[in-house]
């Protein structure tokens, strides 16, 4: 039979890979790719949908309206309906670098390259400023398409 002790150390290693399992990546091209794949998981989820003008919002069509970060929020962050980055931060559920990354994403999905980088604490040196994002309203395909794009260009730089 296990002491209590034990139990508690078992408990503080799960919760310790529960954490790094949600740790967001530190690469811009990783973290966009994360994102595209909680997108994905959105698009299928029961009460919710992709809008990249809401982070987490519950509109009046009784759906929770989601981002691109905001799929993140929901997905890896544990975030309820209507929760934002900021009640997150504020409440210590996300820490301050993955309250970054969020934002970062924002201006990834609008193709501003250079302002998520500066979110994330990155130089963007030798990169475009700007590269063309198609609104995922406008059309999911274009939107992945145009984000991997996105992420093709930071990763072919190292990033």
């Not at 034990?6 to 811009?28: C, H, N, S, T, Y």
């Not at 809008?51 to 975030?79: F, I, T, Y």
């Amino acid at each position: 039979m296990q002491t209590l002790k034990e139990l508690e150390e078992q408990k503080a290693e799960l919760e310790k890979k529960i954490a790094e399992a949600k740790r967001l990546p530190d690469k811009p091209s990783e973290l966009i790719r994360v994102a595209l794949e909680d997108v994905k998981k959105v698009e299928n989820t029961p009460g919710y949908k992709v809008n990249l003008h809401e982070w987490n919002e519950v509109r009046r069509d009784g759906l929770c309206h989601v981002c691109l970060g905001g799929s993140v929020l929901v997905q890896r962050c544990g975030a309820k309906n209507g929760e934002s980055p900021g009640v997150l931060l504020e409440q210590k559920r996300i820490d301050h670098e993955t309250y970054r990354k969020l934002y970062a994403l924002d201006y990834f999905r609008w193709g501003n390259v250079k302002a998520g980088l500066d979110e994330m604490g990155i130089s963007s040196v030798d990169l475009p400023g700007q590269l063309l994002v198609t609104d995922y309203k406008n059309g999911p395909a274009a939107f992945f398409h145009d984000m991997e794009n996105v992420a093709r260009v930071l990763e072919a730089r190292g990033l």
